[in-house]
């Protein structure tokens, strides 16, 4: 199976941000790979004013909706998954 694809947009000096990683990476298995893209944020302009206060955020398909922000939602995640054809 490819890879899951989620994109994470963080922050460097965040702890909630690695918190948040972490807690994703847990999901994870060998049957079930993530491709997890993390975007700093503060790299860009135009990421910092959609999301500043709201790191982290993660989403499955960045086109798509959020599944989560702040703390990691493992039900958005498991539904992504599933809409995914991974569950």
Not at 23 to 31: D, F, G, I
Not at 52 to 60: A, C, H, I, R
């Amino acid at each position: 199976m490819p890879a899951i694809p989620f994109t994470l947009y963080s922050r460097s000096w965040c702890h909630l941000c690695e918190d948040m990683l972490a807690a994703l990476r847990s999901l994870e298995t060998p049957a079930r790979p993530f491709a997890i893209s993390v975007l700093d944020v503060d790299a860009d302009p135009a990421l910092v004013a959609r999301f500043d206060e709201l790191v982290p955020v993660l989403y499955g398909d960045p086109a798509g909706p959020e599944l989560c922000h702040y703390f990691l939602d493992a039900d958005a995640v498991q539904r992504y998954l599933a809409a995914y054809g991974a569950g």
